[in-house]
T-cell receptor, first 115, second 112 residues
Framework: EAQVTQNPRYLITVTGKKLTVTCSQN?????MSWYRQDPGLGLRQIYY???????DKGDVPEGYKVSRKEKRNFPLILESPSPNQTSLYFC??????????????FGQGTRLTVV | KQEVTQIPAALSVPEGENLVLNCSFT??????LQWFRQDPGKGLTSLLL?????REQTSGRLNASLDKSSGRSTLYIAASQPGDSATYLC???????????FGKGTMLLVSP
């Protein structure tokens, strides 16, 4: 089954404690990205990756890091989480953005609370 | 910068009604437009994908249309059911942008 898998689904952490949210896709997609969703602001892109070892900032990258060492995995790293990073996070993947058949697939989300 | 607007922000209808959700975008140079469904606190489920060269797509009781030149798309839901209650999101993939641009969604409530 084609899917994007995020872990964990729920996470409560304290300010400053480094954490990683994992994302894995089994569709051999080149393009992967991270979004955060906040009430009234909708979905905003944090980082994206067009292929292995190729990453770039989205609209709201401050406070986040990513890496793309393998095609299937795209972890999101919060080196020093702060309460304003409390949000619902989504990982997505799709074939290369330059093609026409770029249907995006989303993970189930990670609800992060930073206290 | 691409901007996507969805109207209305919320909609409440009785079961059985046909309804239309609207999506507009500012830059017509798009690759495709995708409609998603999101249940509260859950992930996004892709409903329909319309390529820029297409006018509409259908899946069951759902029909999505695209008018690229005017920057509009509609999602038509026939014979609505309580199980259709969710937030519906419209997103465009645009030439020159490496991201999907989302609208803020329409929250739909279908009452029995």
């Amino acid at each position: 089954e084609a899917q994007v898998t995020q872990n964990p689904r729920y996470l409560i952490t304290v300010t400053g404690k480094k954490l990683t949210v994992t994302c894995s896709q089994n569709m051999n997609h080149e393009y992967m990205s991270w979004y955060r969703q906040d009430p009234g602001l909708g979905l905003r892109q944090i980082y994206y990756s067009m292929n292995v070892e190729v990453t770039d900032k989205g609209d709201v990258p401050e406070g986040y890091k990513v890496s793309r060492k393998e095609k299937r995995n795209f972890p999101l790293i919060l080196e020093s989480p702060s309460p304003n990073q409390t949000s619902l996070y989504f990982c997505a993947s799709s074939p290369w953005a330059g093609t026409k058949n770029t249907e995006a697939f989303f993970g189930q989300g990670t609800r992060l609370t930073v206290v | 910068k691409q901007e996507v607007t969805q109207i209305p922000a919320a909609l409440s209808v009785p079961e059985g009604e046909n309804l239309v959700l609207n999506c507009s975008f500012t830059d017509s140079a798009i690759y495709n437009l995708q409609w998603f469904r999101q249940d509260p606190g859950k992930g996004l489920t892709s409903l329909l994908l319309i390529q820029s060269s297409q006018r509409e797509q259908t899946s069951g009781r759902l029909n999505a249309s695209l008018d690229k030149s005017s920057g509009r798309s509609t999602l038509y839901i026939a014979a609505s059911q309580p199980g259709d209650s969710a937030t519906y999101l419209c997103a465009v993939s645009s030439s020159g942008y490496s991201t999907l641009t989302f609208g803020k969604g329409t929250m739909l409530l279908v009452s029995p």
